[in-house]
């Protein structure tokens, strides 16, 4: 069973640009995580989805960031304009439902963002 | 007061020795906690999870939690070179997400 993908794995743009970060979840899993890793700041949630359906975005640093799910495979979150500060290590998870929490929370590999 | 609390480290412990990495958390409706470890370069994989207070044994991993004291730690008995890492608390705030400590950064020298 493949775990979460995320694309690209590494991604330098210049300050100003455009940049989309893509997952797809595990398959049946109805929980999906975007986080921000920073050797500062730690591991930091940005927003989650249950059922595809924005649950909560107060991690979201400003409006240049926003985050789609459109169907339960796949998700985008996208920084624009990027500024060198978005500089980090972005990971996305998904996790399924049990006893009324979260299960254990699977991680993809990461998106390396690098904004010059 | 940051939500979830970890000393950064590094903790450097001698192979075969146990290693003991702490962590304290603010909110005391929290009721699950985990323990994720991450290598360098790589995603958090989980190692431990831990919902009632007391100890819970896996392998040579024990994590033990005190909800009075609102603490919880992972102990790695016989540590391994293999277990430098960094280890990472997370506490469940409500039943749908995580908050994460910054982690401690974990060296066991041969």
């Known amino acids: 069973d493949a775990g979460v993908i995320q694309s690209p794995r590494h991604e330098v743009t210049e300050m100003g640009q455009e940049v989309t970060l893509r997952c797809k979840p595990i398959?049946?899993?109805?929980?999906l995580f975007w986080y921000r890793q920073t050797m500062m700041r730690g591991l930091e949630l940005l927003i989650y989805f249950n059922n595809n359906v924005p649950i909560d975005d107060s991690g979201m640093p400003e409006d240049r960031f926003s985050a789609k799910m459109p169907n339960a495979s796949f998700s985008t979150l996208k920084i624009q304009p990027s500024e060198p500060r978005d500089s980090a290590v972005y990971f996305c998870?998904?996790?399924?439902?049990?006893?009324?929490?979260?299960?254990?929370?699977?991680f993809g590999p990461g998106t390396r963002l690098t904004v010059l | 007061q940051k939500e979830v609390e970890q000393n950064s480290g590094p903790l450097s412990v001698p192979e075969g020795a146990i290693a003991s990495l702490n962590c304290t958390y603010s909110d005391r409706g929290s009721q699950s906690f985990f323990w994720y470890r991450q290598y360098s370069g790589k995603s958090p994989e989980l190692i431990m999870s831990i919902y009632s207070n007391g100890d819970k044994e896996d392998g040579r991993f024990t994590a033990q939690l005190n909800k009075a004291s609102q603490y919880v730690s992972l102990l790695i008995r016989d540590s391994q070179p293999s277990d430098s890492a960094t280890y990472l608390c997370?506490?469940?705030?409500?039943?749908?997400?995580?908050?994460f400590g910054t982690g401690t950064r974990l060296q066991v020298f041969p």
């Open positions: 997370a506490v469940n705030i409500n039943t749908d997400k995580l908050i």
């Open positions: 398959s049946g899993h109805d929980y």
């Open positions: 998870a998904s996790s399924t439902t049990s006893g009324g929490a979260t299960d254990t929370q699977y």
